[in-house]
């Protein structure tokens, strides 16, 4: 019981960090290591595959992520600043009207899987059924979001071959 105590506060600490440090890269590593604290966590409350989804997907991948679109990034002046905020608030004024229809239709339609009551408990347990026919949303959005983190990748390297030529 006092090493989850310790480890809270540990996880308290590093969110503090990462969120009152003035570095984005200290940031970067913060995250990383509340995620690792709360990976600990959730194996010593016995769910080993929660915290191995966490440690590498939110302490692996997203970090390095973080820290390789911080290194490809350069300090922007406060009128590029402004000028890219105005350029985007021009391009993507409907995305917010497009996530709140998106979230209103799927309420009304009250997407339910019904699969739990009709499956054997045996197999529910097994999380392969669990990930492919239950949690077929929540897989897919984890999958958008690991692809545009790549493409957002791949097209600050684009950015910077065009500005070294």
């Not at 506060?9 to 969120?19: E, F, N």
């Not at 290194?71 to 890219?84: D, N, Q």
């Not at 492919?132 to 600050?156: E, H, P, S």
Request: glycine share 6%.
């Amino acid at each position: 019981m006092t090493i989850n105590i310790c480890l809270l506060i540990a996880m308290l600490a590093a969110a503090l960090w990462t969120v009152m440090g003035r570095s984005l890269l200290k940031a970067a590593i913060g995250l990383a290591t509340t995620s690792a604290i709360v990976s600990t966590l959730i194996f010593r409350l016995a769910s080993p595959l929660a915290a191995v989804f966490e440690l590498s997907v939110c302490t692996g991948l997203i970090t390095v992520i973080f820290v390789t679109t911080i290194s490809l990034t350069k300090p922007l002046t406060h009128k590029e600043i402004v000028g890219l905020s105005k350029d985007r608030l021009k391009r993507f004024w409907v995305l917010p009207v497009i996530v709140a229809i998106a979230g209103i239709g799927m309420f009304l339609l009250n997407i339910k899987n019904d699969i739990a009551a009709a499956a054997p408990p045996s197999i529910i347990q097994d999380v392969r059924y669990i990930l492919w026919n239950m949690r077929q949303l929540d897989l897919f959005g984890q999958i958008i979001i690991i692809i545009i983190g790549a493409l957002g990748v791949a097209i600050l390297f684009e950015e910077r071959k065009k500005d070294e030529w």
